[in-house]
């Protein structure tokens, strides 16, 4: 070989070698996405002025690993729990969806959540919703989950319309129901503890604007500011006074409801409580949503041509379970459809077998009908296969998700809004306004 | 065989090669590469069921597609990173979305560019509360008390302050037509001021005469807060002086080296804070020598519950070493010390990095219950003031700011005393 060539050979070697080097940074670079700029490293210069651009779009799953990497290098206490972060990251996208109906729950909050729909109560044996009074859809800017050490003061000057902590069930026999608590009223105050709402704070921005266009002398609007302050010092959130109410198995609250305009203080030891699972109670058939609730109603309406079903006090029901009842009382067919605002087309609830018999159905229901056991009540009523007596239901016809994460907490995530078949309004509207 | 075997040893080479620059970073820190890194070289995917990365990839994905109404991708990706940075529980370590980034920058530098003037809000617009001298609004002729009630031909009355400030701030050199009302004019006037860089005054002083007291209000530690603080100093020094009151209510801190520079004209080589970090290291801040300034009158410093960050390491050498007793309610009691971290889409995570110690007080971290009230921390006033109530108070006017009227009384008991209304 000529002394040429080999220099040529060894030359493109080391180009080669070289190459290879920057071929091996630039994997890592996609490897790793390089999320946190190090102003300090010799980037070059191009990188830099690319990464300044307004259309660096990082994939989620790749800003949610780096933002944990370099919390781990750099927070002042050690991170050892991972999980904590991604739970923390759910928490964080559920709560700005901002809807009541779509909640993150830790592990406790959860773990009750999961037993309550078993039937199974603890805290004062009730249901609560986070309501502001108007419907559903107009609800969706109140329910502000602010992350943990938040206080009450932040939220007031965050949230413009904060949701109230409304009963919407009671457990016959249970703490609550003792105390002659009532489906509908609203939680104003636990053990001192004032629950933000944002009536008050609507009523100092309006006496604001009234001062500012001078049409309101300063001590009035002092007398304003005074009372949410002396307020605000001992304040919860409506989330918070949730927990309180919905969790735990020993110790006494005091609770200042609202009831039609006047205030009611009710002391209230917590206790273990339960909703009675299905049975027949008075002729009338007491049907839970949960999973063997549709083999016991088979069995009981056998050879019966008229039944009677009990749906109050029900509003945490299980879809799938809800769906095997409808097989077995009425014929198949479309009974309305699940549409959601995504411009997708609906998803019809169909029994696909059904009872070619159907009994005559008549259906007991009121506020506390709600969610599932509302949805199932409409089906039936708005294809004229059940006539409805008592009240009319709580107005909440949202199917939700509900998804457990490895470390025990979850989420509640409204999927669909139920719509019954058209036609029959009259009855719908019997059905429970929204 | 012979040439096969040097083909290998050249592929060898260049394997080599690739792994070396491939770990040239983790070489750089001298640990292992991440087993993420290796997994995406190698296409395995991680092999536990669900790693914390594709619990969180799943929820995203979920919420994308399931949830009843569309949802914009950016945002849900941006409420997942501050629910990711929330969950130490430290109100201090947080994500900061683009936006925020910007303005947080802008905070700490004082400086953006704009027409030199601090507005409040007002039925008709938005009201000029401080004119800056040398400003462009100030050449243009806007004074203090003037209400801007458009911007660009858009009519701002009724709208959030916030919208207005950001109306108007904008790119240095560019124009901003306002529509003004003036004193003594019939007509509100059209005024066109030309964006310039500002930088906001941080430190305004006044001098109460009767009592013979000077009043330094330091809003902020910002880069030009030090230089202020010697030019407003001054100013008060021409006058004969019996003691000085410097305002640190509401302050929520900013950089501490400035802290520290201020520190140094009261004291030299003495500690600031120590700052202990996570690994066991401890750094600390020291007053460094020759600009030290005589003050030869007592010093009281004016604080409250938002005085917090180097506002409060400020007041709390001042007292530790004393040469200022602390006057008002407890402070904060943010005793944590912040670095952010900017990110590739120009939004940036905060992150609490170390803790901060004083001299003599002991750690004065905040403390909350389950409900997020105060409970302990905070630096304590040596002279517990609450401000009034029931009474507008207007701070820095000895009229009605009873907290001022105290400190004034303090720093010279000889000055008259003021019919508390």
Sequence with gaps: MSTTTKSVLSATGVIAAIATVVVGLEARQHADLGLIQAPSSNMSIDRLLASRTDDVNVPAGDYFYNLSQKLKEQYVEPVSDDQKLASGAVRGMIGSLKDPQSLYMDKNQFTAFVNARQGQFEGIGADFDLVTGKSNAQAEAANEDPGPGATAEDTMVMVRDIPRLQVVSVVPGGPADKAKVQVGDIAYSIDGHWIVDSKLIQKFRTAQKAFIAKKMPLSELNIIRNEIRAKADHAMLPLRGRDLLFMGKTGTVTVVWERGGKQITTKITKAPSHLPGFGVHNGAILLPFVPSSAKSLKQEIEGKSAVTLDLRNNTLGDLASMKQCLEVLVPKGNYGDFVTFRHESPTPLVVHNGNSKPPKITLITDKSTRGIAEIFALALSSRGYASLTGESTGGDRDNRSIVKLPDGSGYTLVTSVYKPKLGSTAVARKGGAK | ?421
């Design chain 2, 1 to 421: 065989m012979k040439k096969a075997g040097k083909l290998f040893s050249y592929m060898g080479i260049l394997v080599i090669c690739f792994l070396f620059g491939f770990c040239w970073q983790d070489i750089q820190k001298w640990k292992a590469p991440s087993s993420r890194a290796l997994g995406t070289l190698f296409g395995v995917k991680s092999a536990s069921a669900a790693t914390p990365e594709e619990e969180f990839q799943h929820a995203y994905t979920q919420i994308l597609t399931d949830y009843v109404k569309p949802v914009d991708k950016s945002d849900l990706k941006y409420a997942g990173m501050e629910g990711l940075m929330a969950s130490l529980g430290d109100p201090h370590t947080m994500f900061m979305r683009p936006k925020l980034a910007e303005a947080f920058s802008d905070e700490t530098r004082a400086n953006f560019g704009g027409v030199g003037a601090r507005l409040t809000s007002d039925a008709l617009g938005a009201k000029i509360a401080v004119v800056f001298d040398d400003g462009p609004a100030y050449s243009a002729g806007i004074r203090g008390g003037n209400i801007v009630t458009a911007v660009d031909g858009k009519s701002v009355a009724g709208r959030d302050i916030d919208d207005i400030v950001s109306m108007i701030k904008g790119k240095e050199g560019t124009l901003v037509h306002l529509t003004v009302i003036q004193a003594g004019k019939q007509k509100p006037v059209a005024i066109t001021v030309k964006r310039a860089r500002i930088t906001a005054p941080t430190v305004e002083s006044k001098y109460f005469a009767d009592s013979q007291v000077g009043y330094l209000s330091i809003a902020s530690f910002s880069e030009p807060t030090a230089a202020q603080f010697d030019h407003e100093l001054a100013k008060l020094e021409a006058h004969p002086m019996k003691g000085l009151v410097i305002d640190l209510r509401e302050n929520p801190g900013g950089l501490l080296e400035t802290a520290v520079d201020m520190l140094s004209r009261f004291f030299e080589n003495k500690l600031v804070v120590k700052m202990k970090f996570r690994d066991g290291h401890e750094e600390s801040a020291k007053t460094y020598p020759g600009v030290l300034h005589e003050f030869a009158y007592p010093i009281a410093a004016l604080m409250n519950e938002d005085s917090a960050s180097a506002a409060e390491i400020y007041a709390g050498c001042l007292h530790d070493y004393g040469r200022a007793k602390l006057v008002g309610t407890h402070s904060y009691g943010k005793a944590s010390v912040q670095n952010v971290f900017p990110l590739v889409d120009r939004s940036s995570a905060k992150i609490t990095i170390a803790k901060y110690f004083l001299p003599v007080t002991p750690f004065f971290g905040r403390k909350v219950d389950e409900y997020g009230a105060y409970t302990s921390g905070g630096l304590e006033p040596d002279l517990k003031v609450e401000l009034s109530t029931g009474t507008e108070v207007t701070f820095g006017d000895p009229k009605s700011d009873n907290q001022l009227q105290k400190a004034i009384q303090l720093v010279n008991p000889q000055s008259p005393a003021i019919a508390a209304n």
